[in-house]
């Protein structure tokens, strides 16, 4: 179902921003997160789009999380986001292409931005794409060290890491809700360690 984010959604509890540069495959990604179950709605004013799954947290599946993903629909070509696509975002999600360098080039631009809107929210940096040459996982990569925030290499053709990543930031984005803190996403990469979410 499509239509305004205005009509029949209510707050989430965390709200997940893609971030990097045009075709790096945030959208796909998000896509082979959510599978059938999500309900997708366009942000009608900036062309973005926005979409909420229910997240299950908990042995036993006792806390139900809303959460929104904001993707950038192609807005991203513009080299900067409409500052509403920052507003309220918990955590942040920034993608390259490990088969494009420019786009790994252009993550400092990226992070400078998210840094301007939302200066303490957790993020976490992904490689895409690694299902094309799984040798570069061998390679060292400066900007996450630089920077220190978590560093995946993920490929949204194959499944790798995709469904652990999006699970831990909504752990981090719900840590920095309830406690406003970058460095309880630490402690969230500690509860992921074997594939289960545990709240504490």
């Known amino acids: 179902m499509q239509g305004p984010v205005e ?15 045009s ?11 959510l599978q059938d179950n ?13 979409y909420r799954k229910n997240v299950t947290l908990g042995d036993d599946n006792e806390q139900v999380v809303k959460v929104d993903l904001w993707d950038t629909a192609g807005q991203e070509k513009f080299n900067s986001m409409h500052p509403t696509y920052y507003y309220k975002a918990d955590v942040c999600i920034l993608v390259f292409d490990l088969t494009r360098k420019q786009t790994y080039l252009n993550l400092k631009k990226w992070y400078q931005e998210l840094r301007e809107y939302c200066p303490n929210i957790p ?7 690694v299902d094309v040459d799984y040798k570069v996982t061998k390679k060292a990569f400066k900007f996450p060290k630089e920077n220190n925030i978590p560093f995946f290499f993920v490929s949204s053709a194959d499944g790798t890491n995709v469904v652990k990543v999006f699970e831990e930031a909504v752990c981090a984005g719900l840590g920095q809700r309830k406690y406003g803190e970058k460095d309880f996403l630490l402690e969230c990469l500690e509860l992921f ?6 709240r504490r």
């Open 7 to 21: 009509e029949g959604f209510d707050e989430p509890d965390v709200k997940i921003i893609l971030l990097g540069d």
């Open 23 to 33: 075709a790096v495959g945030k959208s796909k990604l998000v896509e082979r997160y």
């Open 123 to 129: 993020c976490i940096l992904l490689a895409n794409k």
């Open 38 to 50: 999500y309900d997708p709605r366009r942000l009608s004013t900036h062309a973005l789009t926005l």
């Open 193 to 198: 360690e074997d594939e289960a979410i545990e």
